[in-house]
C-alpha cells in the first residue's frame, strides 16, 4: 500500500530564517505531488505542483521554491521566511489520471516569529 | 482561471439535525471530489462524481452533482458528533490540479 511521509510535524522559526520541508512518498511509482498551504481557519490554497522529476508548476508567486529531485521526494523551501509564511502546509500525492483522489500527508504546522 | 465556492463558510447543527453544505465552480467541471477534514487532522477523500447529474450515498452522506456540472453538494442526515469537522469540495478541470473549495465547518452539538 502508498504511504505519504511528511516532517517535521510542528516547526517554530524565527523571521528571516531559512525553511526546507521534506515529502516522501512510498509504494507508488510516477506520483504527481503537490504542495498545498492552509491558514488558520481557512481554506487550501495550492503553492506548487509536479507531475515529474524536475518538473514544477507554480501557482503563486512568493518567496516560496519546491523542488522534485528523486521521483517520490518533494521539498519545499524559502530562503528567509516571512511572517505571512505561517500556515499549515500539506504534502499530497496522486496518480497520474486526472480523476485520481489527492492522499495528503499529515502536515507540518509553521509558525513564524 | 477557475475558482470553487463553496457555503456556508461556518454550521452549527444540534445532533440529529441535517447539514449541507453547497459547491459552485466558475466553469464546467470534469469531475468533484469531497473531502473531510477533522480539526487538528488532514484532509481525507470522500468521494469523487465523475457524471452529470450523478447522485452517490454513503450511509447518511449523499453527494449530488449538477446536471449542468457546475455545482455538487453534500448532505448529512441526522448528524452525530463524529461529523464534526471541515468539509471541502474540490474540481478538477481534466488537469493535473484540483482546486479546492473554501470548506465548510461543521459543528455538532451532543
Known amino acids: 500500500s502508498q504511504t505519504i511521509h511528511q516532517w517535521p510535524a510542528t516547526l517554530v522559526q524565527p523571521v528571516g530564517s531559512p525553511l526546507s520541508l521534506e515529502c516522501t512518498v512510498e509504494?507508488?511509482?510516477?506520483?504527481?505531488l503537490y504542495w498545498y498551504r492552509q491558514a488558520a481557519g481557512r481554506g487550501l490554497q495550492l503553492l506548487f505542483y509536479?507531475?515529474?522529476?524536475?518538473?514544477i508548476s507554480s501557482e503563486v508567486p512568493q518567496n516560496l521554491s519546491a523542488s522534485r529531485p528523486q521521483d517520490r521526494q518533494f521539498i519545499l523551501s524559502s530562503k528567509k521566511l516571512l511572517l505571512s509564511d505561517s500556515g499549515f502546509y500539506l504534502c499530497?500525492?496522486?496518480?497520474?489520471?486526472?480523476?485520481?483522489?489527492?492522499?495528503f500527508g499529515n502536515g507540518t504546522r509553521l509558525t513564524v516569529t | 482561471g477557475q475558482q470553487v465556492m463553496q457555503i456556508p463558510q461556518y454550521q452549527h447543527v444540534q445532533e440529529g439535525e441535517d447539514f449541507t453544505t453547497y459547491c459552485n465552480s466558475s466553469?464546467?467541471?470534469?469531475?468533484i471530489q469531497w473531502y473531510k477534514q477533522r480539526p487538528g487532522g488532514h484532509p481525507v477523500f470522500l468521494i469523487q462524481?465523475?457524471?452529470?447529474?450523478e447522485v452517490k450515498k454513503q450511509k447518511r452522506l449523499t453527494f449530488q452533482f449538477g446536471e449542468a456540472k457546475k455545482n455538487s453538494s453534500l448532505h448529512i442526515t441526522a448528524t452525530q458528533t463524529t461529523d464534526v469537522g471541515t468539509y471541502f469540495c474540490?474540481?478538477?478541470?481534466?488537469?493535473?490540479?484540483?482546486?479546492f473549495g473554501t470548506g465548510t465547518r461543521l459543528q455538532v452539538f451532543p
Open positions: 499530497a500525492w496522486k496518480r497520474e489520471n486526472y480523476n485520481s483522489p489527492l492522499h
Open positions: 509504494g507508488t511509482s510516477n506520483p504527481n
Open positions: 509536479s507531475v515529474g522529476i524536475g518538473q
Open positions: 466553469t464546467t467541471l470534469s469531475n
Open positions: 462524481l465523475v457524471k452529470s447529474g
Open positions: 474540490a474540481g478538477g478541470y481534466n488537469t493535473d490540479k484540483l482546486i
